[in-house]
């Protein structure tokens, strides 16, 4: 079992940036991939970033061009780099480990952009 634990989410205003953080522990060998998604009030989990054991990433449409995703595989942890925030970016963020057909969650962080 794969356990996740997020850091990093906050206020921020409209243009500013954040840094967000997905610690893996436990059974962590042989993890295909990670990913960071979002739910924001009212609406569905969504994909924003993921990386696979390989390096291949992938990004919403939404978040090309202003969201980064990369990973410390010596430190086992996952980043989300958000620049240029927008207010409609305000949602609660969840890291994902996919390993064998299994998914693990973090508890969330909440990201909340100010207009």
């Known amino acids: 079992q794969v356990q996740l634990v997020e850091s990093g989410g906050g206020l921020v205003q409209a243009g500013g940036s954040l840094r967000l953080s997905c610690a893996a522990s436990?059974?962590?060998?042989?993890?295909?991939?990670m990913g960071w998604y979002r739910q924001a009030p009212g609406k569905q989990r969504e994909l924003v970033a993921a990386?696979?054991?390989?390096?291949?990433?992938n990004y919403a449409d939404s978040v090309k061009g202003r969201f980064t995703i990369s990973r410390d595989n010596r430190k086992n942890t996952v980043y989300l780099q958000l620049n240029t925030l927008k207010p409609e970016d305000t949602a609660v963020y969840y890291c994902?480990?996919?390993?064998?057909?299994?998914?693990?969650w973090g508890q969330g962080t909440q990201v909340t952009v100010s207009s």
């Open positions: 994902n480990a996919l390993k064998l057909g299994r998914e693990s």
């Open positions: 436990g059974s962590i060998f042989s993890i295909n991939a």
């Open positions: 990386i696979t054991s390989g390096g291949r990433t």
